[in-house]
């Protein structure tokens, strides 16, 4: 769950993917940006997009909705970069996660967040920190724990991506 403190509450960005709203700690956020040019890069696990140029650093982009089992994204208008930082050991990694459109930022409560079901969620359980309770309490974001989604092999196999050669 939180490392917060029982008092405090949290801030959260919440984003659509796959028509559902997931949500993650705003100081693992570092920008959002909208959807570009992104290059796609042979040979990659289908859920790495490709790699996108951020002020001089090649980052790569990360299909979340592919990552968690379901169809590839579509891209329309909405679509957008959000730029986290991922922990790899004791390094942060920059890394780009392409979402359906940007939701909002929300404050969440400690007493409204509730733990991860075990069942009817649409992703792997160990994915979710929880699932916090929007405004009168009967929907739910589900709170990502991003440093599981990608795994630290994951991370690193997406961090050492090239845009290839033109």
């Known amino acids: 769950m939180s490392t917060q403190s029982p008092s405090a509450s949290s801030q959260y960005l919440s984003?659509?993917?796959?028509?559902?709203?997931?949500?993650?700690?705003?100081?693992?956020?570092?920008?959002?940006?909208?959807?570009?040019?992104?290059?796609?890069?042979?040979?990659?696990?289908?859920?790495?997009?490709?790699?996108?140029?951020?002020?001089?650093?090649?980052?790569?982009?990360?299909?979340?909705?592919?990552?968690?089992?379901?169809?590839?994204?579509?891209?329309?208008?909405?679509?957008?970069?959000?730029?986290?930082?991922?922990?790899?050991?004791?390094?942060?990694?920059?890394?780009?996660?392409l979402s359906d459109a940007i939701g909002q930022v929300i404050e969440l409560e400690p007493g409204a967040v509730v733990p991860p079901p075990s069942f009817g969620t649409p992703i792997h359980g160990d994915y979710l920190l929880g699932m916090g309770r929007l405004g009168t309490g009967k929907k739910f974001v589900l709170m990502l724990d991003i440093d599981k989604v990608l795994n630290s092999q994951e991370v690193l196999a997406a961090s050492t991506l090239r845009a290839p050669a033109a």
Do not use: H
């Open 15 to 97: 984003f659509i993917i796959a028509g559902e709203e997931y949500a993650l700690g705003i100081l693992q956020v570092k920008e959002i940006i909208e959807y570009d040019t992104v290059t796609r890069v042979p040979g990659v696990p289908a859920w790495v997009r490709g790699v996108f140029n951020l002020r001089g650093s090649v980052v790569p982009v990360v299909d979340l909705s592919v990552k968690l089992g379901m169809p590839p994204s579509t891209l329309t208008r909405w679509s957008c970069i959000v730029v986290v930082e991922v922990k790899l050991g004791q390094e942060r990694l920059v890394l780009g996660l």
